[in-house]
Nanobody, 123 residues
Framework: QVQLGESGGGLVQAGGSLRLSCVASGRTSSMYAMGWFRQAPGKEREFVAGIKWSGGSTTYEDSVKGRFTISRDSAKSTVYLQMNSLKVEDTAVYYC????????????????WGQGTQVTVSS
């Protein structure tokens, strides 16, 4: 199993920035990729960004392209989400997750996920 712990959420004004962190522990060698999802009240969980653990190629949901940047520190088994130019509609609980294969990554079918961290953007 892989355990994930997110941090860095909080309250920020629209236009501001936050940096989320997620530390992975356990069987991290089984990870093909990691990613961030978010879930706003009354909405389904949606994929935000992902990064392949080997090579570091990234992918983003359209609404965050150009504003969010996902990165990783392999030595620390940590993935980050730098969020700039935040909008009210970015308000959600953000979850870190792992993908065990290319197919699962393509399908956005995560294997493990963390407890989440709240991001609130005020107008």
């Amino acid at each position: 199993q892989v355990q994930l712990g997110e941090s860095g959420g909080g309250l920020v004004q629209a236009g501001g920035s936050l940096r989320l962190s997620c530390v992975a522990s356990g069987r991290t060698s089984s990870m093909y990729a990691m990613g961030w999802f978010r879930q706003a009240p009354g909405k389904e969980r949606e994929f935000v960004a992902g990064i392949k653990w080997s090579g570091g190629s990234t992918t983003y949901e359209d609404s965050v392209k150009g504003r969010f940047t996902i990165s990783r520190d392999s030595a620390k088994s940590t993935v980050y989400l730098q969020m700039n130019s935040l909008k009210v509609e970015d308000t959600a609980v953000y979850y870190c997750a792992t993908f065990s294969s290319l197919l699962n990554y393509f399908r956005r079918q995560y294997e493990f996920w963390g407890q989440g961290t709240q991001v609130t953007v005020s107008s």
